[in-house]
């Protein structure tokens, strides 16, 4: 079996995040880039699924020539070669774009198994798992948090929140996003780091794929960055009286804030 595992470079979690002057956009130096945290167990569970059936696990990632650090960090934790989307047309474009990108390239591969993170950390975008799986005519399912297939069929767990579960069983292919808690991914060892730097990565771009620049056109755009607004200076309500304290918060809730 071809197992496809989609992961997408992300600023590290502790990264301090700067808007740009103009509003364009992020301003990334100095940042510290990673693998998207929900997509190491993804990447960790295709492996899983590697070991137990066989097969070869291929990693997809579009992006600018910096997507190649965080593709070889990846071979260095089990998959097998990568792909690298590198089309400013692709990795310019919305989720939509993006996953018609990463569909037409694992058509090409053969794919038979996707895992990819439920949500990326750096939008929070959880749109692209959804629409690979349209594009392919393929299941889906999010927030999984245990896995189990025997290369036919699968059963999955799903965290629908609030302690809440769901079983979902049904046959491949399948896209499987997945939740934190679906297992635990491993550490690369320096032995996988060194043999990582001579695995294949393939690049390609999108006239590899069959797609013309118009099909990658995106639907949604930013239109401007900008940091929150800082928050406005509290109150604290003084005096003695309980009941007199109270009936000035009440007042205040609803005269100056106007929430009740």
Not at 18 to 35: C, E, N, R
Not at 160 to 184: C, F, H, Q, S, Y
């Amino acid at each position: 079996m071809k197992i496809g595992v989609c992961i997408k470079s992300t600023p590290d979690t502790d990264a301090r995040i700067k808007v740009q002057a103009d509003g364009s956009g992020v301003d990334f130096a100095g940042i510290k880039f990673i693998i998207s945290p929900y997509d190491t167990f993804a990447l960790e569970q295709g492996v899983l699924t590697k070991e137990k059936l066989g097969g070869d696990v291929v990693l997809y990632s579009a992006g600018n020539a910096d997507v190649e650090k965080i593709l070889r960090d990846g071979l260095a934790l089990g998959a097998d070669s990568a792909v690298h989307i590198n089309d400013p047309a692709v990795y310019g474009s919305d989720a939509l774009g993006v996953a018609k990108a990463l569909a037409a390239s694992m058509k090409k591969d053969g794919i038979g198994l996707i895992f990819t993170g439920k949500q990326s950390i750096d939008d929070d975008n959880g749109q692209l798992p959804a629409m690979l799986a349209e594009l392919l005519g393929w299941t889906h399912l999010t927030m999984v948090k245990e896995f189990q297939t025997d290369g036919t069929t699968f059963t999955a767990v799903r965290n629908l929140g609030g302690g809440v579960e769901e079983v979902v069983r049904g046959k491949l292919p399948a896209v499987i996003a997945a939740d934190r808690g679906l297992n635990t991914p491993r550490y690369a060892k320096l032995p996988e780091i060194m043999k990582a730097k001579k695995k294949p990565l393939e690049v390609r771009n999108a006239a590899a794929l069959g797609l013309a620049a118009a099909d990658l056109a995106p639907k949604a755009k930013v239109s401007a960055y900008g940091a929150p607004t800082g928050r406005t200076k509290g109150k604290i309500i003084a005096g003695d009286s309980v009941d007199a304290k109270v009936k000035e918060l009440v007042r205040l809730l609803r005269d100056e804030a106007k929430v009740l």
